[in-house]
């Protein structure tokens, strides 16, 4: 069965601006719907910080917590150490067809070697922020594109591949 690793998130449309203190740094009309409609019955990857920042798990989705931190464990969630460790955990989950990475920076960078699509919401707005989504050069091949010029701010949503 081929898995498809696709990391998705919102972030700015220049320096790549993720987050600042734990949180998002905005609230773009539809995108939690459009998240939830997309990773539900998927595994989902998720650094600890981005753990701690939701209210709890998220329900319907097999969710799996990366840290360094030895002797954590978290009812209801797989708790790994390392991507490959992540990746195995998400292949072995209902839905592994998808697997989503969801955040944080230091996740994505570290899931990004293993990553097949980004499926991100380019914004055109650069606030203050202490997380950052890695660099994406290699990732060329658009498989969509919308741009939303209405909203404030104006995004693109766009999926991307490797050629």
């Avoid at 972030?11 to 009309?29: D, F």
């Avoid at 600890?48 to 319907?60: A, C, E, I, K, R």
């Avoid at 992540?86 to 920076?105: D, F, H, M």
């Avoid at 660099?135 to 658009?142: A, D, G, P, R």
């Amino acid at each position: 069965m081929n898995n498809r690793v696709i990391a998705i998130a919102a972030i700015s449309k220049g320096r790549r601006a993720l987050g600042n203190k734990n949180e998002l740094l905005w609230k773009i009309p539809g995108d939690l719907p459009r998240f939830k409609a997309l990773t539900t019955g998927h595994p989902i990857i998720m650094g600890y910080n981005t753990y701690l920042s939701l209210p709890n798990l998220l329900p319907n989705r097999t969710n799996i917590v990366m840290t360094l931190e030895p002797n954590i464990e978290i009812e209801g969630a797989t708790v790994v150490n390392s991507a490959e460790g992540a990746l195995e955990a998400a292949k072995s989950s209902e839905g592994n067809e998808e697997i989503y990475v969801i955040g944080g920076g230091m996740i994505y960078k570290t899931m990004l070697p293993f990553t097949d699509e980004l499926d991100l919401t380019l914004v055109n707005d650069e606030p203050e922020a202490d997380v950052f989504f890695p660099e994406y050069s290699e990732f060329t091949k658009i498989l969509s594109e919308e741009i939303h010029a209405e909203s404030d701010p104006h995004f693109t949503r766009v999926t991307l591949r490797r050629p």
